[in-house]
């Protein structure tokens, strides 16, 4: 009975599309951390060197002291073992969500210290990725309803030019003109100096002081791209042959627009799953420009000083933030798309 | 036949002012770079000028904190932004055209397993990628960027050739060619290929301008070229040593200024095209 329910909910078109969802982001994790535990040992120079002269710099060596930290490291890093138990024990141990500790900021952990920089990434993040989609899909189907008229003209150019933007060039822009010139906001920072994180008044006027320039920055730097992508498909939509059928019968504009615009957020929502890649990576490194304490920062600061388990631990974390956020995408995708939820695209 | 046609061609797509406007923009930056160390031969690494001036008579763009001129820089930079994005571009477009169009023509298994790897490559954030991979090299030189950037960006052109190429297969002249027992390379090669040329050359122009702005974003986090001079490693410089907040403008203004010039231009050059070629987006409604 229970196995009959089961497989009942199995076979719906929207739980079989999310299932297929699921295995291929599982797929794509695991050829990530694969990639993650190939890396250093098949490229020159191991990093482990790095770490060896650094503990060295702060001892007296001696040539016994050398091969003993040698040693030590080795066996802390597991890399005694034949490459396959490594490989298995890199698995076991990114599954149980260690990810060591850092070198730079010996003895803290990874983990630790990635959740304690990532809130300020996603609370930049997350609110700037909504704000361009909606803003961006907007200005789009404007200008791919008034293909050729004079707000296309304007919105199209001024469009590509901000979606070649980069982030943290735009970033450096507002910063030097509204931070430096102006005096309106703070030179960086997520709070004012000397300030602890609070849920006092003050504080949050500060965090938003300090917030606006950097989520202008991702947001401006991000609209663009939408727009570009939202006028074509308007533009494509407008001329199936429903819209014509619908045209003739003297539907008016309003109505038209709305099927239109209906049928072409769609592809934009994959679009989304698709680019919140290079969103994040972009504001990783706005997060630099504005001295902002998320995980740009943190990665920043892990590759000036060569702490590896950091970098490689930061990239896991952020890896599998996006995947969560994609599917996430994928399950508003299924509930929107009414031919998923009938199953009448299947494969 | 095609030959025949192209001089019209080219003709009509000079008659698109959107086109002649971007490819006058690209060239004149591709001179810029290319030809600009000729007539200002000096060497950007040289520290023999006065440190953080201003734009001024002898140095038309100023200087940054350790004496070296900028105008020089932009020069070697721009050279070096474009030559990584060329050869990370063409790495990008060899890779994808040969998945897909290896994965178009055999279909089946073969084009099951590619298009699974192609749709994991493609499902990773092809940045971040990049920065864990430029991470782990001590030394990176301009092709080892490039290759860094060429290796995570052609997921895409995959897809697309292998779409093209399906939609091409079934056409009446690839099926004479089989008659012909032409093999399936020479058939990819010899008939496919050429039907797609327009559309790989605008392939070829939205990697060249991301493979600039990924080798910029590189540079900015810090695992950019060791050696060399780019676009991104002004702006690295400049970020480094806080010239926005101490007010050095034209230290950090002028790289990023020519990358969005550049990188927009040749968007903008292959919309142009895409308007013209794709018969869906031709003319008005």
């Known amino acids: ?347 | 036949m095609n030959m025949a046609k192209s001089p019209s061609i080219i003709k009509e797509i000079f008659k698109i002012k959107k086109f002649t406007i971007s490819i006058a923009v690209v060239i004149s930056i591709l001179l810029f770079g290319l030809l600009g160390p000729l007539f200002y031969p000096r060497d950007p690494f040289e520290m023999k000028y006065y440190p953080e001036r201003p734009p001024n008579p002898e140095n038309p763009l100023g200087t940054d904190i350790a004496g070296r001129d900028i105008l020089v820089q932009l020069l070697h930079g721009t050279r070096f932004s474009v030559y990584i994005g060329v050869v990370a571009a063409l790495i990008s477009l060899a890779i994808g055209v040969t998945v897909g169009s290896v994965a178009g023509v055999k279909g089946g298994l073969v084009d099951d397993a590619l298009m699974a790897i192609t749709n994991i490559v493609l499902a990773m954030p092809s940045i971040l990628l990049m920065m864990l991979i430029a991470a782990y090299f001590k030394y990176r030189d301009p092709i080892l960027v490039s290759l860094i950037i060429g290796v995570t960006s052609w997921p895409w052109v995959a897809r697309a050739v292998r779409a093209q190429i399906l939609s091409l297969k079934n056409r009446e002249f690839i099926y004479y060619s089989r008659m012909a027992c032409l093999s399936d390379l020479q058939i990819a090669f010899e008939d496919l290929l050429p039907n797609m040329a327009a559309y790989l050359f605008m392939a070829f122009v939205l990697l060249l301008s991301s493979a600039m702005i990924s080798e910029a974003g590189l540079s900015m986090i810090g695992v950019g070229l060791t050696k060399g001079v780019s676009l991104g490693i002004i702006l690295y410089w400049a970020q480094l040593f806080e010239a926005v907040r101490r007010g050095l403008w034209w230290w950090f203004i002028p790289p990023g200024a020519i990358l969005v010039t550049l990188t927009a231009s040749l968007l903008m050059l292959s919309t142009a095209l895409d308007e013209y070629f794709n018969p869906r987006l031709r003319g008005g409604r």
Request: charged share 15%; net charge positive; proline share 5%.
């Open chain 1, 1 to 347: 009975m229970k196995e009959k329910k089961i497989s009942a909910i199995l076979r719906k078109p929207a739980v079989k599309f999310l299932l297929r969802k699921v295995i291929f982001l599982f797929a794509t994790f695991y050829v990530y951390v694969t990639i993650i535990f190939v890396l250093p040992r098949v490229i020159p120079g191991n990093p482990l060197a790095t770490l060896l002269a650094q503990i060295l710099q702060t001892m007296q060596v001696t040539p016994e002291l050398v091969t003993a930290v040698q040693k030590r490291l080795m066996e802390e890093f597991g890399l005694h073992k034949p490459l396959h138990e490594q490989y298995l024990d890199f698995l076991m141990r990114i599954f149980k969500g260690d990810l060591g500790t850092s070198y730079s900021l010996f003895p803290r952990k990874v983990t630790e210290l990635v959740f304690a920089y990532l809130p300020w990434t996603l609370g930049l993040l997350i609110p700037a990725t909504v704000a361009s989609w909606m803003l961006g899909n907007l200005l789009g189907a404007i200008a791919g309803y008034k293909r050729g008229g004079k707000l296309d003209n304007v919105i199209l150019p001024i469009s590509i030019v901000f979606s070649q933007t980069p982030y943290y060039w735009l970033a450096m822009l507002l910063l030097f003109i509204f931070g430096v010139t102006f005096r309106w906001f703070p030179l960086g920072g997520a709070y004012s100096y000397g300030m602890t994180p609070s849920l006092s008044l003050e504080f949050i006027f500060s965090y938003l002081h300090h917030y606006v320039l950097p989520f202008l920055s991702i947001v401006l730097a991000a609209i663009g791209g939408w727009a570009i992508g939202m006028r074509v498909l308007v533009i494509y939509e407008l001329r199936t042959d429903y819209i014509d059928f619908a045209d003739t019968l003297g539907l008016n504009e309003d109505k038209l627009l709305r099927y239109a615009f209906k049928n072409s957020i769609l592809p934009q929502i994959t679009g989304l799953a698709l680019n919140l890649g290079t969103i994040l990576g972009g504001s990783l490194i706005t997060e630099i420009v504005f001295s902002y304490p998320g995980t740009g920062y943190l990665i920043f600061q892990a590759i000036t000083r060569l702490d590896y388990p950091l970098i490689q631990g930061t990239f896991v974390i952020l890896f599998s933030t996006l995947i969560l956020a994609n599917f996430i995408v994928d399950i508003i995708y299924a509930f929107l798309d009414p031919r998923i939820r009938t199953g009448y695209i299947g494969e």
